[in-house]
């Protein structure tokens, strides 16, 4: 057992000074067969700690589940970084922003009426006692103190660019310190007066969040830090991409350069991220300062890992780096990396959401239509009768995200939150199908916790269209459509197809998604993730880990128009033009 502590300038390690030198690795986005694997390459860099979230939405789906199988084994993660010889820092939030849905709050949270978010709320600090005590059971006898890993544990989440509600901080804090954490707490925020002023507590360590200009940072910080260590909580030496944008990198020289500059100053780092990985599934956010931009699967980060862990040369850059202030391992490993599996099949068997939505969901009826956190869905189809005869002009309170419009199944538009639509013309009457997608929560600022779907009166002219049927789609179930439903050649509107394809030996490929419109792609049931033929990301990482030698299984729901039915499993990744 070791003794961890907050000396006047320094980190104590059993009374010895200790500078943490910390990558961020969220075992949430790295299948758990592969975290070995990525936390030797953080130790052969010169890393000694680790760092990664906690998202409660993804460990409770539903109120009272705690789920700790499989991808969310936040002990298994901590006990594979132990093994390596490493700590760990571990950062629960509630809130963790992340580029994460909803900032890692559950949506079924704020599905009563009042219930605060990030503030002093009793509903709100109940829920968080119960997610954070069912965390800490798991990181309690493993912190360093017990033998185990953990060196820190952090408060909230740069809560000073959210609000100033100390009463709420100090409440997270003593929830967590009853919980058993005896390591100490940090905050973190951006090194700006107010966010440090607001977002730090007393007692507790305040760290800062940055990627340049390292000194005058460090100095703000200092200020509102008089003594302890100084630590970069998060050194941002790339950024995440959102559907639309571009790919964003950082120039490896310059980056390098200014993880030396915070080096040199004494100060400890985390750098975010180490390796990001992939929004797998539903789980990438947004962001909405105006106008919304919704994240992109993959996490790359421009990281010195790449998505599929794969070192870069922002890796041996970061690494020559660190050897100036510590010993790093003798051993390097290789950036060459060989090309990926290539092979083509052709998808299938179609199954068509308009033309037997039964197999897609069960069927409610409601008078006023419904948003899809009343539905507890990611994606309905909402239909009723028009029955005017002359055009007439569909409009919406408000779309949120996006809404696929069909008139006797034939499509009439799209109503996209990005561009703030509205409304559209209807050219006749008939049955209306409006299939609504939600593609990722606001996970910062003040929009985090609003529902989803269509918000509002949806209304034909002036009069309010009612007697709706709704039908919540189980997107867990579309690999099993064939099992209860015949495939359709022909029709509109959004289409689940199939396909097999074998593989020699179960290693990491890349399914280019080009041809296709947008939507989400599985493979013998694991969920890669969106996409969306505006890009600027080309292709899903598909983890050898969810492969088996033989015949494998790709099903792919395609929400808009699939140009080739065709899936070609490439040589690598392609994430886009870069940033001009």
């Not at 949506?107 to 509903?123: C, D, K, M, Y």
């Not at 009166?457 to 189980?474: H, K, M, N, P, Y």
Request: one cysteine or more; a negative charge.
């Amino acid at each position: 057992m070791s003794h961890f502590a907050i000396g006047e300038s320094d980190f104590l390690l059993d009374g010895a000074p200790f500078r943490i030198l910390s990558g961020a690795l969220h075992y949430f986005r790295v299948h758990p067969d592969s975290w070995a694997d990525r936390i030797e390459k953080a130790r052969l860099m010169g890393l000694n700690t680790i760092e990664t979230y906690v998202p409660w939405n993804a460990h409770s789906p539903r109120p009272g589940v705690f789920d700790t199988t499989g991808m969310l084994d936040l002990e298994r993660f901590l006990r594979e970084v132990a093994t390596a010889g490493l700590y760990a820092i571990v950062r629960p939030g509630p809130y963790i922003c992340a580029e994460w849905d909803n900032g890692g709050l559950p949506a079924w949270l704020f599905r009563e009426p009042g219930v605060g978010v990030r503030r002093n709320e009793p509903r709100f600090l109940s829920a968080i006692e119960e997610y954070l005590d069912a965390v800490l059971r798991i990181v309690r006898p493993l912190q360093v103190d017990q033998g185990g890993p953990v060196l820190l544990v952090q408060v909230e989440n740069e809560y000073g660019a959210f609000g100033d509600d100390q009463t709420y901080l100090k409440a997270v804090a003593e929830i967590i310190r009853n919980a058993g954490i005896t390591v100490p707490l940090v905050t973190v925020d951006q090194p700006v007066d107010a966010m440090l002023a607001a977002g730090g507590l007393d007692g507790v360590l305040r760290t800062a969040s940055f990627g340049s200009r390292a000194g005058e940072r460090l100095a703000t910080l200092r200020k509102h830090q008089p003594s302890g260590p100084l630590m970069c909580m998060e050194f941002w030496e790339g950024w995440f991409d959102y559907w639309g944008g571009p790919h964003h990198t950082t120039g490896v020289a310059d980056a390098a350069a200014e993880l030396d500059a915070l080096l040199a100053a004494g100060a400890s780092v985390n750098i975010y991220m180490f390796h990001g990985g992939t929004n797998f599934g539903l789980t990438s956010g947004a962001n909405d300062k105006g106008v919304y931009r919704p994240t992109i699967t993959s996490y790359d980060y421009d990281a010195p890992l790449d998505e599929a862990g794969n070192p870069t040369a922002k890796f041996h850059a970061f690494r020559e780096v660190i050897s100036r202030y510590a010993p790093v391992p003798d051993v390097v490993p290789a950036s060459g990396v060989g090309a990926a599996p290539e092979t083509s099949a052709v998808l299938g068997s179609p199954v068509r959401l308009l033309a037997d939505p039964d197999a897609w969901g069960n069927w409610t009826s409601y008078d006023v239509l419904p948003s899809l956190d009343e539905l507890d869905a990611r994606l309905a189809l909402f239909r009723t009768e028009v029955a005017v005869e002359e055009p007439v002009l569909l409009s919406v309170g408000e779309v949120r995200d996006r809404a696929y419009v069909f008139l006797d199944g034939a499509p009439v538009g799209v109503l996209d939150r990005e561009r703030h639509d509205r409304a559209l013309m209807l050219p006749h009457c008939g049955q209306l199908e409006i299939v609504v997608e939600d593609q990722g929560r606001v996970n910062y600022g003040r929009r985090i916790g609003e529902p989803k779907g269509l918000i509002g009166s949806v209304r034909l002219g002036s009069t309010e269209l009612t007697g709706w049927s709704v039908c919540a789609i189980d997107l867990e179930a579309v690999p099993r459509l064939w099992d209860s439903t015949e495939p359709d050649a022909l029709g509109v509107g959004p289409t689940a197809w199939r396909a097999s394809f074998d593989v020699e030996q179960p290693v990491d490929h890349f399914l280019s998604t080009v041809a296709w419109g947008k939507g989400i792609a599985w493979v013998n049931g694991f969920n890669l993730g969106r996409y969306w033929r505006r890009g600027p990301q080309e292709t899903l990482y598909v983890p050898g880990p969810v492969l088996r030698p033989g015949r494998n299984e790709l099903v792919v729901l395609d929400l808009d128009v699939m140009a080739e039915p065709v899936a070609h499993f490439v040589a690598g990744p392609a994430l886009g033009p870069l940033e001009l």
